[in-house]
């Protein structure tokens, strides 16, 4: 026995040095791919190097030599026919149906393409989510690590994603028309495209459901697409065993759906952004809070029967804010898990918020007493912690950009002249009349921040003539004061 132990740790540590010196070690990830995360900055990538190595080790199964196993474990069916690999990377398309065949895809050379540069921990192609959630310190809401307990299926994919509609009864908020009918006729008044995916589709991917482990339903709601009752009805004649999981709004329960429920495995993500009545009919428009709650019960009810499990899953946003630990709570009390969704909309965005409101929500968010003591509830903790370092990083980066825009330099129409003469060189006797007329009506002290500051220091010796060269006194009198105004030497 003490020699299997020894053994077990000894192969527990080459595996792991194998894993340091392949993704954390910086010169290592140099040779591994040069070209690899390469829209970020030097000191960017040494700061993901660092979070990866904190990251790999919060893993559900420990750290292992890709970033992400979607590609090579999962497919994603998603609306207008483009196959992709998971609904945050909609961008490296591996084929669209009906132009290919499902077999084609799912055995055509981009799935591999992309496993491989993940391979080399490299986010560019379209994985630049999971990349920021890791950068932020928000490792339990990071996408990939979803696809880590997937089992290898010898061929054949494990998990089968579909979007196939966008069929839905109500009009959230924060959604668009990609994601809702209902938003695209009454909000945005277009016409609704029809599916692509047909019966031909449904008899192409029917050898892949009975080898599935799991098969996940997006919308649109899921309850209201007849596609989905189809495939619902395949799997739990040929695969009972596949675990058929679905995000709902929670509005929409009737007989044949319990009926599902009593004979498949389910598990139902029900989306809940409010305890709050009217907050939750303000946000989830058409919804009644209520019936939410009751169709809530049943969920739960059937899927523990069959051993599966609910989650609330909550868009934290500038519209609910507050109540986010009362969700956790809520959840808790519930013993049901729940899920943070990134919201990146413009006006609903934590993102978008300032320095002094971000601060506001951590600590608003420190202070709260977050209840249970069970295995759910332990869970539901680590994730609404992530949220808090997802936000606390925002908070860094806005609190950075608003301290670049306070006066700090003291410059005079002499210093001004003195930098652009030093940068024009010999030619600044050329310009130096109409140089001159330009800052004139400056204020004769003038304070700049940070920003203004880099932008004197970088401006191009080829710009600067052309815009003296090109445009009136007027003109350049304006993108003086909009430089010492606005930060901007645009004109708009």
């Not at 009926?259 to 498949?264: F, I, N, Q, T, Y």
């Not at 500051?453 to 191009?460: A, H, P």
């Amino acid at each position: 026995m003490k020699r299997i132990v020894q053994y077990s740790i000894y192969l527990f540590c080459t595996q792991w040095t194998k894993i340091w010196n392949s993704v954390f070690k910086k010169n290592s990830y140099k040779k591994t791919n040069d070209q690899a995360n390469c829209d970020l900055e030097e000191s960017e990538k040494s700061a993901l190097l660092l979070h990866l190595k904190k990251y790999h080790q919060s893993r559900p199964l420990g750290p292992t030599k890709s970033i992400c196993y979607a590609p090579s474990r999962s497919i994603y069916f998603g609306f207008e026919g483009n196959v992709v690999p998971c609904c945050f990377n909609r961008d490296f398309v591996y084929g669209s149906y009906p132009q290919q065949t499902v077999k084609t895809v799912i055995n055509g050379d981009k799935r591999q393409q992309l496993q491989e540069i993940l391979d080399y921990q490299d986010f560019s192609k379209g994985c630049r989510h999971c990349r920021s959630q890791i950068m932020a310190g928000n490792y339990e809401g990071v996408e990939a690590r979803l696809y880590d307990k997937l089992k290898k299926n010898s061929g054949f994919p494990s998990e089968m994603i579909f979007e196939l509609e966008n069929t839905c009864n109500l009009e959230c908020s924060m959604c668009d028309g990609r994601f809702s009918s209902s938003i695209l006729k009454n909000r945005e008044f277009s016409p609704i495209s029809p599916s692509p995916y047909d019966h031909e589709f449904f008899e192409q991917i029917k050898p892949y459901l009975k080898k599935l482990h799991v098969a996940k339903f997006l919308g649109g709601e899921p309850f209201l697409i007849k596609s989905y009752y189809e495939i619902w009805e395949e799997l739990i004649k040929y695969n009972p065993d596949c675990f058929i999981n679905l995000q709902t709004n929670g509005t929409v329960y009737n007989q044949k759906i319990e009926d599902l429920l009593k004979r498949g495995r389910f598990q139902i993500g029900v989306s809940i952004d409010s305890l709050n009545h009217k907050r939750f009919g303000e946000i989830r428009k058409n919804a009644d809070l209520n019936q939410v709650f009751e169709n809530l019960e049943k969920f739960i009810k059937y899927t523990r029967k069959s051993g599966s499990f609910v989650n609330i899953s909550v868009c934290p946003m500038q519209q609910n804010w507050e109540e986010i630990p009362d969700i956790v709570n809520f959840s808790n009390n519930k013993n049901v898990f729940i899920y943070f969704n990134t919201v990146y909309n413009e006006g609903f965005s934590l993102q978008e918020l300032d320095s002094v409101t971000l601060k506001k929500i951590i600590t608003h968010y420190k202070k709260a007493e977050i209840n249970g003591n069970s295995y759910i509830s332990k869970r539901n903790k680590r994730f609404f912690y992530d949220l808090i370092h997802q936000i606390e990083e925002w908070y860094k980066i806005k609190s950075d950009s608003e301290q670049s825009f306070i006066p700090k330099w003291e410059y005079t129409h002499h210093s001004l002249l003195l930098i652009i003469k030093n940068m024009l060189s010999d030619e600044y006797p050329l310009f130096e009349a109409r140089i001159q007329s330009a800052i004139e009506d400056l204020p004769e002290k003038m304070m700049l921040n940070d920003h203004q500051k880099q932008m004197l220091e970088e401006m191009k010796k080829e710009e600067l003539i052309q815009s003296i060269q090109n445009e009136s006194p007027v003109l350049l009198k304006q993108r003086m004061f909009n430089f010492i105004k606005n930060s901007s030497f645009d004109l708009e």
